[in-house]
Structures are given as structure tokens and as C-alpha cells.
């Protein structure tokens, strides 16, 4: 059972079927999915099925295994962060993230990610993560950057979105980067 990662105005906890109604809350926004491959906003149905597929992704067990948590602020769910276990041998995993618009300009976006960086390299040790978003998508980049992430790469033309050919930033972080960095903010 994955124990919930305590931040400074957060829990980074287990998704579950009680929070169908503030996951609705921003997966149906337009705005919301405007940067997600093949994603429209969502009906409640839709949203039902989506938080049903999340309430599984409980832990990383194995390679390919998910690890999506409810970002919950004061009793909302603010948003969904998940790990990716991309590689066992090579110690990597891909992150991710969807927040509510209701709640950006508080910080919360860069806490939560903060705290499963924090864990995916603390906890489950792993050597690197890496994130990737649409080269359009400056939100997202800035979020990373924020948190110590390097733009590594612009994959240009690389994948089909919308029917068109657009570019991808990868950005990333090593275990070093992330201890080297929590450590200079501590002291």
C-alpha cells in the first residue's frame, strides 16, 4: 500500500473513485486538454472511467507500471501527478501532470511535482526522470525549468498532434541534480 507524500499545503495521495467530481472538475475544461495527446474535454462519463483506470495505478511493482496520485489541497483535489517506470536497469521514469487552472498561480503545480520528484529519487531511488510536453506548452516547461529540470532536447516534427507535426521538449533531472539542489534550498 503506498504510503501518501506530505508537502508543505498538500498530500500526494492514491487517486479514488471519491474524487470523480474535481477530476471531472477540470478534465471537461478545454483549455485543460489542449496540450494532452488525443484528448478532448471529458463528459462525467468519460472522467468516471479515467479516475476508475487511476484508482489502479497504486504503485511501481514492475517496469511500465504507473504511479498516479491525487494532489489534495484543503480537501480538493487539485490536480493528478504520476510516474512513469520507464527503465528498472537503467533506474528511469517519466513524469507527468494535469492541474486544475482554478488553483494555478499558487505554486501548487510545483509543489506536488516537487514532492514525487522528491520521492521517485529519495524513496524509490532512481537515477533519472525525465519529463516531456508539447513545444507549445510553455506552462509545463516553465514548471520543470522551476523545478531544476534541463531542457535536454527539442524533438522537432517528432509526433502527430491534432492531425499536424509539432515539436517536443524533453526536459530532465538526475539523482545528483535533485539531492545537490534539496540540499542548497535547505541550507
Known sequence: MFTPIRARRLTLRPVTMADLEDVYA???RPDVCRWMLG????SREQSQKSVAAMTGEDG???????????????????????????SRADQTAEIGYVFNPEF???GLATEAVGALLGWGFEEFGLHRVYGRCHAGNEASARLMTRLGMRCEARHVESYLFRGEWADRFVFAMLAREWLSRSAALAG
Do not use: I
Request: no cysteine; proline share 3%; charged share 25%.
Open 39 to 42: 484528448s478532448e474535454p471529458r
Open 104 to 106: 494555478s498561480g499558487q
Open 60 to 86: 511501481l511493482r514492475v517496469e511500465g507500471d504507473v504511479l498516479s496520485l491525487a494532489a489534495e489541497a484543503n480537501g480538493r483535489v487539485t490536480g493528478t501527478v504520476e510516474l512513469v517506470w520507464r
Open 26 to 28: 477540470y478534465q471537461r
